[in-house]
Each structure stands twice: as structure tokens, then as C-alpha cells.
């Protein structure tokens, strides 16, 4: 099965972070935290729904 191209191209971009990081975890995490702080004004964050409230049983 042929790889979707969007895929393949965050993979590739993926693994060029990756290198870039010396394939360590912790600065991987670290990049990506970074990034997280300069772009944090584009993240989505929906409010938290409400509990679900259920009718009483008699």
C-alpha cells in the first residue's frame, strides 16, 4: 500500500528533528517543548466539557 505524501513528509521532517537532537529523548522533548512556547498562541484549547448529570431513578 502507497504511503499517503502528507505522511511521508511529516516523517521526513520528523526524522530531520530527530538527527538534529542526536536522537536523544531528552532533547527531542526539550525542542519540542521550545517550539510549544514560541507557537503556544496557535494551540488549541476547548474548555473542559461539564459532567454529565443523570436523572434520578425511583
Given at each position: ?27 527531542y522533548y526539550e525542542h519540542i517543548?521550545?517550539?510549544?512556547k514560541q507557537y503556544g498562541n ?15 431513578v425511583e
Amino acid at each position: 500500500m502507497e504511503q499517503e505524501p502528507i505522511l511521508k513528509e511529516i516523517r521526513r521532517i520528523r526524522h530531520e528533528i530527530e538527527a538534529e537532537c542526536q536522537n536523544d529523548p531528552q532533547k527531542y522533548y526539550e525542542h519540542i517543548q521550545q517550539i510549544q512556547k514560541q507557537y503556544g498562541n496557535r494551540l488549541v484549547r476547548f474548555k473542559p466539557k461539564p459532567a454529565l448529570k443523570l436523572a434520578k431513578v425511583e
